[in-house]
């Protein structure tokens, strides 16, 4: 997703924005693609809470020597944990429109959550409900079967749903997929189990919701 974001150099070249502490893997993608990596601080004082005047600081200074484009939200997060209100992600939706900037929400650690009071909420299903104001904003939602829901890295599945895409863009996405080599099939039946889980009534249903 990122490689399809990324263009330009100089002042105009595509700056990244992401969570410090950080997964890793984006600061790696970010560096290979040549792209420039806009850090904003999460605050560990407050159990690592996402503070949008600390994104407004992050997207204004790095608009000196960049031109960011995508903003990186992990949702439950890692490696820190916390979960994200649903107040937060709607401050966080109406950043984004603001400063026109493409949504990847990382939320592949979604069925990990175990602190009493935290919920988990989905950013596009928030997106949806904030109305047609914010209806149209470009945001692409990763899950994955590998980490947070079995904790399996042998699996390498997962999935991306990308809303709000033009669609000769999207088809573009869709050739450099294309390109990548798919999961085992151990991975793609797993995959399958989290898309349609076993609903109530059916036989596997009981020992499914036990062993999750």
């Not at 000196?64 to 890692?78: Q, W």
């Not at 602190?115 to 945001?139: D, I, N, Q, R, V």
Request: glycine content about 8%.
């Amino acid at each position: 997703m990122i490689k399809l974001l990324v263009r330009g150099s100089g002042r105009d070249q595509t700056g990244v924005m992401i969570p410090i502490p950080q997964y890793p893997l984006y600061s790696a993608v970010v560096a290979e693609l040549n792209a420039v990596q806009v850090n904003y601080y999460l605050d560990e004082d407050n159990n690592w809470a996402l503070d949008i005047s600390e994104l407004e600081r992050s997207v204004k200074e790095a608009r000196e020597h960049c031109s960011p484009r995508v903003l990186c939200v992990i949702n439950p997060g890692n490696p820190t944990g916390q979960v994200l209100s649903k107040e937060n992600i709607q401050e966080i939706i109406k950043f984004a429109a603001r400063e026109h900037l493409f949504l990847m929400a990382d939320e592949v650690y979604q069925d990990n959550i175990y602190a009493p009071g935290c919920a988990f909420h989905s950013f596009k299903k928030t997106l949806m409900e904030l109305g047609p104001e914010y209806a149209g904003l470009e945001l692409a939602s990763f899950h994955s079967t590998s980490k947070g829901y079995m904790g399996e890295c042998g699996f390498r599945g997962g999935y991306m749903e990308v809303i709000n895409m033009d669609p000769a863009v999207k088809l573009q996405l869709k050739k450099l997929v294309s390109t990548k080599l798919c999961p085992p099939v151990s991975g793609q039946a797993t995959m399958d189990c989290v898309v349609n889980p076993p609903q109530p009534g059916e036989p596997s249903y009981e020992s499914f919701s036990k062993e999750k």
